[in-house]
């Protein structure tokens, strides 16, 4: 593993030995939820191409050192918000650990790589809450699958107003875990919460500039005008009854012409690797927003002001191939005091939804375990 000395700023890069070095820390404990239901495991869709499970693909994984209960709460709207919180088994009686808000990918649901993360955090020691964002999963909000980042944000912002209730948790120590979309949301939420003591992010996507600019900012301002213009005429269609039109997510099936990144995403949203249908939907909508509302995401800018986080400490991880890094380097590049930002050598973007060989969760657990002390 290389890395520079401990200075308020800070780059790393993991090398694969690294990777291996950072093995998973086990601990545990006694749940203290009031409930004892356990959250069902998720079944890969059958009839399903079982993907690429190589480099220790594990989106389902579960693990007998932690409890998990489905828990359901109100946000600041009074939306009811679904998710998942994960206690170690063996912590002790009477204790409040650390804990942390984990964020699915942008058009995921919690059952996809929230889990995954939550569980591995729980087993170091971590309570941990993985959260279904508004409008997606079983959180409410209509149409399913609207864009709505304010109220996405609110999600983090509520999901720490509910960790702050549990006997099991320290109020005072709780960070934020966003992957992929989630990174960009867990960002705008600390911003003006400052009861969110430590924020990472884990292939983060800047929904906003995406939505604006594309990837290597390959939308022109022509492009932008035509897809505004676009879902400004599905809103007309839809004010008078018509059918709702979706628009980006996952593409079905591959061709030919599919390019590099439909075929990285088709492998875990289109196979038994990671595929998830929630109750309600149906597989033609997973992932796939609506199209008259994706456009609120160009007035979304959540890298501004992100250096009044400062001095609350930020880590953004992303992979060496990742498509998406030019998204983390913005964000550490602008963000203030007390930062740092790890390559993954290897690893693309989609990789660190559930690569378990390749996902530094021990870096993970020694940053929130520094900064959540």
């Given at each position: ?22 093995a998973v820390l ?184 995406a939505n604006r ?39 079905h099936e591959l ?119």
């Amino acid at each position: 593993m290389h890395t520079t000395p401990p200075t308020p700023h800070r780059w790393a890069r993991i090398t694969g030995a690294g990777i291996a070095a950072l093995a998973v820390l086990a601990a545990s404990a006694c749940s203290g939820t009031d409930t004892t239901t356990a959250v069902a495991p998720v079944t890969p869709i059958a009839g399903l191409a079982s993907g690429d499970l190589s480099r220790g693909a594990d989106n389902f994984y579960t693990s007998d050192q932690v409890t998990s209960t489905p828990v359901k709460f109100k946000n600041q709207y009074q939306m009811e918000v679904t998710g998942n919180l994960f206690v170690p088994k063996n912590l002790a009686p009477d204790t409040r650990a650390a804990a942390m808000v984990v964020g699915h990918p942008m058009g995921a649901v919690k059952e996809q790589s929230a889990n995954l993360y939550a569980t591995k955090m729980a087993e170091q020691g971590f309570v941990t809450l993985a959260l279904d964002t508004a409008f997606w999963g079983g959180s409410a909000g209509e149409p399913r699958n609207a864009v709505a980042p304010d109220i996405y944000t609110e999600t983090f912002n509520a999901g720490v107003d509910y960790l702050r209730t549990q006997d099991t948790v320290d109020p005072e120590r709780i960070g934020a875990l966003g992957i992929c979309g989630s990174g960009s949301f867990v960002i705008s939420a600390a911003k003006i919460d400052p009861r969110i003591k430590a924020v990472a992010t884990v292939s983060m996507y800047d929904m906003g500039a995406a939505n604006r600019d594309g990837l290597d900012h390959s939308v022109t301002a022509e492009q932008r005008q035509q897809i505004i213009a676009r879902a400004a005429a599905q809103r007309d269609i839809e004010f008078r009854g018509g059918p709702v039109e979706y628009t980006g997510g996952t593409v079905h099936e591959l061709t030919p012409e599919s390019t590099p990144i439909e075929r990285e995403f088709y492998d875990f949203y289109r196979t038994q690797r990671g595929a998830v249908t929630p109750e309600g939907a149906t597989p033609d909508t997973t992932t796939h927003p609506t199209l008259s509302s994706n456009t609120k995401f160009m007035n979304f800018y959540p890298f501004n002001d992100i250096e009044t986080i400062s001095p609350r400490p930020m880590l953004f991880i992303t992979g060496e191939n990742a498509h998406s890094r030019e998204f983390s380097e913005e964000a550490y590049r602008l963000a203030g005091e007390r930062k740092e930002l790890v390559i993954v050598p290897g690893a693309g973007h989609v990789d660190l939804y559930d690569r378990t060989g390749l996902i530094p969760f021990a870096k993970l657990a020694s940053f929130y375990s520094q900064n959540l002390a």
